[in-house]
């Protein structure tokens, strides 16, 4: 079972003091005069549960910090239950939060791919959006393997590793003031069947051999930062996204709000 960092512990007067800050400052913007309407909307598909709520739970208390800062608005759902035509209408960029290419109704897969084809809106995912084949008794998604250059989940690190991931295009928006190499600590390294390159355009990847401890569960050519150029949306998969400490990284917070803004036309 994954811990929580210190900063997420609710033991924590430091983060009971943020929690009481950041509402009161959305209130105080919501009744000031002048504010004006949000710059844009954001729809943010969040796994609920699991091993990875830590991260959820840092990822959305960094999103509203980001988005009070910057005059955009963030709302969360939990399921697909409300995504049609209508409902995605209203947002400009779809964060896909760890939760996972299954599961989805019929009616919001096809919401989804009008969506992304027809480029109505961005898209940002994290590591479990390419869990990608037979999980909890639902099929694969050909689409969505296809959306992630045509791969499939074969493996993981269950103990985790430490590695370095090499920025590969430093000129993207998404890349702009990231370090490279940047390192990634308790990672669990998804391996798929191939590598997406052939299909995508990668942004970053993973140094093997920088694994610390070492590990037989190896794929060779290992991208984890991507996003596929064949669809109007523009988009990006970013692969970590297991862990809470990853809010403390810069690296990852700075592509992270890089790619809120390149996706969403900003």
């Not at 209203?90 to 919001?108: E, G, R």
């Not at 998404?174 to 998804?190: D, I, L, N, R």
């Not at 920088?210 to 998969?237: C, F, L, Q, S």
Request: aromatic share 16%; charged share 15%; hydrophobic share 40%.
């Amino acid at each position: 079972m994954q811990r929580r960092s210190n900063i997420l512990s609710l033991r924590n007067p430091a983060m009971w003091l943020f929690l009481l800050l950041l509402v009161c400052s959305t209130v105080v913007r919501a009744a000031v005069p002048g504010q004006g309407t949000p710059k844009f909307r954001v729809v943010a598909l969040a796994e609920s549960g699991g091993i990875h709520q830590p991260f959820v739970d840092a990822a959305k208390l960094w999103l509203n910090k980001l988005a009070f800062e910057n005059n955009f608005a963030v709302d969360y759902i939990q399921n697909t239950d409300k995504i049609d035509d209508a409902f995605l209408s209203q947002y400009q960029l779809f964060i896909q939060l760890n939760y996972p290419p299954y599961n989805w109704t019929p009616t919001a897969q096809a919401a989804f791919i009008k969506y992304i084809e027809e480029g109505r809106g961005g898209w940002i995912g994290f590591h479990h959006a390419t869990l990608l084949g037979e999980f909890d008794g639902f099929k694969m998604w050909p689409w969505f393997s296809n959306f992630m250059g045509g791969i499939r989940f074969t493996n993981y690190i269950p103990t985790f590793a430490d590695g370095m991931v090499t920025v590969e295009d430093t000129t993207h928006p998404a890349m702009q003031g990231v370090k490279t190499p940047f390192p990634v600590s308790q990672e669990e390294w998804y391996t798929w069947d191939k590598s997406p390159r052939p299909n995508v355009h990668v942004l970053a990847s993973v140094d093997e051999k920088t694994y610390t401890p070492d590990t037989k569960i190896k794929m060779g050519d290992h991208p984890v930062i991507w996003t596929n150029e064949h669809y109007k949306a523009r988009n990006i998969y970013i692969f970590m996204g297991h862990h809470p400490d990853l809010f403390q990284n810069p690296a990852f917070t700075t592509i992270f709000r890089n790619s809120i803004f390149w996706a969403a036309h900003q």
